[in-house]
């Protein structure tokens, strides 16, 4: 959003289409799929709410609302509250994940939430699992509301080379990132990210 709004959301929830296959497909025997049949249907409610939103939103609109939501969700990081995943904590998490995915392809935070304490490959399997599911429905439901098409897909095209990259990179780089770097990053590039894009709204 902060480099040029057409990439979000339908770009980048398809390039991260392509990147949840990977790692699924690469972490396939630490995928819990009992659990996450409980994120998938909260996943479909969150999904249905946010592409009103996107329907009916101006790209300001939207840029403000995505710094926002990025910002909430690192607090509620933040916060110390700890989940165990189990049918409720993972039906909430997954609608505000269908939620703030559909609008700003943001929808990792919620779920990584629940999943904090959980070991690197079990993290990376069933997340990524779910967000294979999660993601093409919310490329379906922007498609039906004409927010997703040949023209965004050009654009995804635009970012996949540097994914590609990353993914072969990251096979070096998980077990350094799993020794508690994680959850670090992605909590400080986010908060960043958030709070630059809420402050040029503003300002």
């Known amino acids: 959003m902060l480099i040029n709004p057409a990439f979000i959301p339908g770009p980048l929830l398809t390039c991260g289409l392509v990147l949840t296959l990977l790692l699924a497909h690469r972490e396939r025997h630490s995928i819990d799929f009992a659990e996450i049949r409980w994120a998938v249907v909260g996943r479909l409610v969150g999904v249905v709410a946010a592409t009103a939103v996107v329907a009916s939103i101006s790209t300001e609109g939207l840029a403000l609302t995505l710094g926002i939501l990025v910002l909430l969700l690192v607090g509620l990081s933040l916060s110390g509250m700890h989940f165990e995943p189990n049918r409720g904590t993972l039906a909430v998490a997954g609608t505000v994940s269908g939620f703030a995915g559909t609008i700003a392809s943001v929808g990792a935070p919620p779920m990584a939430l629940v999943y904090q304490n959980a070991k690197g490959p079990r993290i990376r399997g069933t997340l990524s699992a779910f967000f294979v599911i999660g993601v093409l429905m919310s490329l379906t439901a922007l498609l039906l ?20 990259a990353g993914f072969v990179i990251s096979r070096r780089m998980a077990v350094v990132l799993d020794r508690g770097y994680t959850r670090p990053a992605v909590l400080g590039f986010s908060a960043l990210g958030g709070l630059a894009l809420v402050l040029r709204q503003l300002l």
Not at 148 to 161: D, K, T
Request: hydrophobic share 50%.
């Open 145 to 164: 509301v004409g927010r997703f098409g040949f023209r965004e897909c050009s654009v995804a095209l635009r970012i996949l080379p540097g994914l590609l």
